[in-house]
Nanobody, 114 residues
Framework: QVQLVESGGGLVQPGGSLRLSCAAS????????MGWYRQAPGKQRELVATINSGGSTDYADAVKGRFAISRDNAKNTVYLQMNSLKPEDTAVYYC????????WGQGTQVTVSS
């Protein structure tokens, strides 16, 4: 049974920072990519950032220069450092792990508001 446990969401003022974490546990092998997606109310889920096993990263244009994704392969954990947050970053953020199958976390709410 594979489980993804997310943490780090919350309420922050515009311009603030948050760090999301996602730890994968269980029988999961050969992870080749980990990432974060988000879904705002009334919108489709969209890619935020991904990182592959070699450390190569990819970001949505909307977050480039503000967000940074990293991973700890030994811990099967992926992080998302979010800086200079904007109200439009408000969404539920989902962790994603790609191996033989795709796994999703339960989501963590990020709200950017004054």
């Amino acid at each position: 049974q594979v489980q993804l446990v997310e943490s780090g969401g919350g309420l922050v003022q515009p311009g603030g920072s948050l760090r999301l974490s996602c730890a994968a546990s269980g029988s999961i092998f050969n992870i080749y990519a980990m990432g974060w997606y988000r879904q705002a109310p009334g919108k489709q889920r969209e890619l935020v950032a991904t990182i592959n096993s070699g450390g190569s990263t990819d970001y949505a244009d909307a977050v480039k220069g503000r967000f940074a994704i990293s991973r700890d392969n030994a811990k099967n954990t992926v992080y998302l450092q979010m800086n200079s947050l904007k109200p439009e970053d408000t969404a539920v953020y989902y962790c994603n792990v790609e191996s033989i199958f795709a796994y999703w976390g339960q989501g963590t709410q990020v709200t950017v508001s004054s």
